[in-house]
């Protein structure tokens, strides 16, 4: 696949993992956190881990958005979508995430909710022109990334006046959430979870630009490296990072040039700013409540908000008490640190966010990575 | 007083729709039957009417039993159809035992609204199916459930077939140092059907790769000395990494597969790569897996190769020693990872 290809080549790759090896000071381990979800996934499937120097750990970030969703916020669909009777239309790998009373939205689906899967927030749109006698809902999640398309569905809206369309805003962040974990008194103490520096998220970049990182970078002296998806992005990033570490710089560099600049989409950004503003609070799963970290929509578009048409209150739901998934999503545990990993929760029965989606941590390392755990006896091929 | 030659009128398949009187046991139903099944499938066997039907086996062998329910949505996609892939998929269940098919029977349960010009063109393909693959539909039944209670059609198949006495070719079989076949690119037939689905929509030449493989294995077969093919598997619904890993399981061993040497058309890579899914997951209906003793398997790949259906055959792995029965993989980027069972349906990630 061209464009694709030229990013997974395993000898450039050796190549690579040779000069990050070469960098390294000897008496010094590197931690580095990759923000993103997408990054996790691409390091578990193309066994980065694995070409990477064993002094060098990468931390799993909140960046999933489908695992960072609370639990009460799937409550609210479900509710919308079973008491009330609306078509309730979500991505797809929102369905499975647990919710209250065993529920998740596939379950809900089974008991008789009307739950569409759709590929955009347009979609969304065209089904409740298809379907103007029910009232229908966007459940809209995800970071900056999916937010435009959600900005641009409630303007189109709002142009067609469309009486039975609604949004349950449920966007995050990035920016909060890496405050947030540099914040966390597990990082501000130093050596508790050492983070090094991050590996910035590729598509949430594109939309806003490199340069909201710059004030981690100058304020708590961490380097940051935008990297794109693909495997040898983000061992290009990894060299990058050390070579900071090394030099006693703490920048924000940009390795995913070909799509990312230093203003980002301004486009994208003033639709979003036209039709959303900041919450004030906002839970997210594993790291609570997170000030300032999600969007709201504005009151020039009220009707559209979901949580007002339906009278939604919230009520947060903690988690099953021994998921560890707050301090996995935080980098103070690792998957396997936690008692339910791979035995009461796997992908098929997940308990926690972090075996969600295939972009959760312990999802990604249950799916790809769990061999390492166990010595196996290997005939060469 | 002249006599009309036919007081029944013919069914009207350019406008009708299945109705409850389909299903009723009556008039109509029979006439359906007559019109279209009877007149499709015609063989002897079907031809006597009877409630089942009476068949040879060939001395010295053991029968093959498979049977395959088919629900998909859109009912018609490139390169195939509900019909087709009814006789298809079960026809390769029973070639996957090392057997030879040698009949079918067909289930329908019909939506009442469904239009009968739909359901001729399904009946027909259904009937070209079996035709070209020489095994007929000897027995059947017809349904009509109340509109909204189907999906328009449903297909249940159950085909059988005769397996030399002595033949043992299943999952369990296979063993540490065997060798993993694969007769060919992976994934069509799912993406195929992705873009026909009415949320999705979009523009690919790919069309499923749905087929009659019976004729591949005997090849197969023919081409090394009994007992060297352990394991025989369509990697149909969950994809090939299901399916290995279903093998796996059996056979209480692990596998040890190379990414460099699983095919995949570029035009499946890429769809997947938009949909964020991953062609190990996705469904095919045309390829085989074989498992294979390590000292014929030369001679095995190149039976498969030497086939219209396995041109594109290739050594994907071996089997090899594991308690926990991991398959693993050596990416081609130079890592290694498990391929996992799938969990539940493949959706597309978000971002």
């Not at chain 1, 405050?179 to 970049?205: C, K, M, N, W």
Request: hydrophobic fraction near 45%.
């Amino acid at each position: 696949m061209k464009y694709v290809d030229e990013f997974r080549d395993g000898a450039v790759a050796r190549g690579l993992a040779a000069a990050i090896a070469a960098e390294l000071q000897p008496d010094r381990r590197y931690s580095f956190m990759e923000f993103c979800g997408g990054h996790t996934h691409a390091i578990a499937r193309y066994g980065v881990a694995e070409l990477l120097p064993p002094q060098v750990r990468m931390i799993h970030g909140p960046g999933c958005p489908v695992c960072v969703l609370p639990i009460g916020r799937i409550d609210q669909a479900i509710q919308m979508a079973l008491d009330q009777g609306a078509i309730v239309a979500t991505y797809g790998d929102t369905m499975r995430v647990p919710a209250s009373q065993s529920l998740s939205l596939m379950k809900a689906k089974a008991r008789g909710a009307d739950i569409r899967m759709v590929y955009s927030a347009a979609d969304a749109l065209k089904l409740a022109r298809q379907n103007p006698q029910r009232e229908v809902v966007f459940f809209a999640i995800g970071f900056e990334t999916t937010t435009p398309p959600t900005a641009l569905a409630l303007r189109q809206a709002a142009r067609e006046d469309l009486p039975n369309f609604s949004v349950l805003c449920c966007h995050v962040l990035t920016p909060s959430a890496i405050t947030h974990i540099l914040e966390s008194a597990e990082v501000r103490q130093y050596g508790t979870v050492p983070i090094d520096g991050f590996v910035g998220p590729a598509h949430v970049s594109i939309i806003i630009g490199s340069g909201p990182y710059e004030h981690f970078a100058e304020e708590y002296r961490k380097p940051v490296v935008i990297a794109g998806f693909e495997p040898l992005d983000v061992m290009q990033a990894v060299l990058m990072l050390v070579r900071q570490v090394n030099q006693g710089r703490a920048v924000v560099e940009n390795e995913f040039t070909r799509a990312v600049t230093r203003e980002g989409n301004l486009a994208a950004q003033a639709a979003v700013a036209e039709v959303f503003e900041l919450r004030e609070r906002f839970e997210w799963r594993g790291l609570g409540e997170v000030p300032y970290s999600a969007l709201k929509i504005r009151p020039a578009y009220a009707r559209f908000d979901a949580e007002l048409r339906f009278g939604l209150g919230y009520t947060p739901v903690p988690d099953h008490k021994k998921c560890e998934c707050g301090a996995i999503l935080r980098g103070v545990k690792r998957p396997t640190d936690c008692t339910l990993f791979g035995t009461v929760c796997t992908p098929e029965n997940p308990m926690g966010s972090c075996m969600v989606s295939s972009e959760g941590a312990c999802a990604a390392h249950y799916s790809y990575g769990r061999f390492r755990d166990i010595p196996v006896v290997s005939v060469p091929a | 007083m002249s006599v009309k030659p036919n007081y029944i009128r013919p069914i009207d398949f350019k406008h009708g729709r299945v109705d409850m009187n389909h299903g009723a046991g009556g008039r109509a139903g029979a006439q359906l039957i007559e019109e279209l099944f009877a007149r499709a499938f015609d063989n002897p066997a079907l031809r006597q009417g009877d409630d089942g039907a009476a068949l040879d086996m060939p001395a010295g062998h053991r029968l093959v039993m498979a049977t395959d329910g088919h629900v998909i949505s859109p009912l018609e996609f490139p390169g195939g159809d509900i019909g087709c892939l009814s006789v298809h998929g079960t026809l390769n269940d029973v070639a996957m035992m090392g057997a030879q098919p040698l009949y079918l029977a067909a289930s329908f349960i019909l939506e009442e609204g469904f239009a009968l010009a739909e359901l001729k063109r399904i009946v027909e393909s259904m009937a070209a199916a079996a035709r070209d693959a020489g095994v007929p539909i000897v027995t059947g039944d017809t349904k009509v459930v109340e509109r909204g209670k189907g999906d328009g059609v449903f297909i249940a198949t159950t085909g059988v077939g005769a397996l030399p006495a002595g033949r043992r070719i299943g999952g369990a079989q296979a063993r540490a140092g065997d060798v993993v076949l694969l007769s060919g690119s992976i994934g069509e037939h799912g993406v195929a059907v992705l873009s026909q689905r009415e949320s999705l929509e979009f523009e690919t030449a790919i069309v499923s790769d749905t087929a009659a493989l019976h004729g591949l294995v005997a090849q197969l077969l023919a081409a090394v000395p009994e007992g060297a093919v352990h394991t025989l598997r369509d990697p149909t619904r969950g994809g090939l990494a299901t399916t290995l890993n279903e093998i796996a399981r059996q056979c209480g061993a692990g596998m040890l597969l190379h990414e460099a040497d699983i095919p995949v058309q570029p035009q499946v890579e890429a769809a997947c790569e938009l949909l964020g899914l991953d062609p190990l997951y996705i469904a095919n209906e045309g390829k085989l897996v074989a498992i294979v003793a390590p000292e014929h398997a030369a001679a095995a790949l190149a039976a498969l190769q030497a086939h219209p259906l396995g041109r594109a055959a290739t050594r994907i792995g071996v089997v090899q020693e594991d308690p926990h029965g991991f398959v693993q993989m050596c990416t081609r980027f130079g890592g290694r990872r498990v391929v996992d069972w799938l969990s539940g349906e493949p959706l597309p990630r978000i971002c």
